[in-house]
């Protein structure tokens, strides 16, 4: 099995930064992309950034500019850099790793979710 674990998340005042981490463990042979996303009541989970294992990036239109993704392989770790935040930025952001436990067998993993609130 495998775990992912966040941390980072808090309240900021608009304008503020944030980093959120996100550590994987377990079974993990290697991990293909990894990504970050949010969620607000009521609204579906979106996509905020990914990373693949290349680290070729891809970022929601609403966060580009003031989000940077990164990741460094050796920790099985991903960031996310959120600068210049806004109230709208106001979610739960949860990490996702395509992990393969062996060169056949890859499985989606999600971590529990870390609150990020931006007052204005």
């Known amino acids: 099995q495998v775990q992912l674990v966040e941390s980072g998340g808090g309240l900021v005042q608009a304008g503020g930064s944030l980093r959120l981490s996100c550590a994987a463990s377990g079974r993990i042979f290697s991990i293909d992309a990894m990504g970050w996303y949010r969620q607000v009541p009521g609204k579906q989970r979106e996509l905020v950034a990914q990373?693949?294992?290349?680290?070729?990036?891809n970022y929601a239109d609403s966060v580009k500019g003031r989000f940077t993704i990164s990741r460094d392989n050796a920790k099985n770790t991903v960031y996310l850099q959120m600068n210049s935040l806004k109230p709208e930025d106001t979610a739960v952001y949860y990490c996702t790793a395509d992990v393969r436990s062996s060169f056949y067998r890859r499985s989606d993993y999600w971590g529990q979710g870390t609150q990020v609130t931006v007052s204005s």
């Open positions: 990373i693949t294992s290349g680290t070729i990036t």
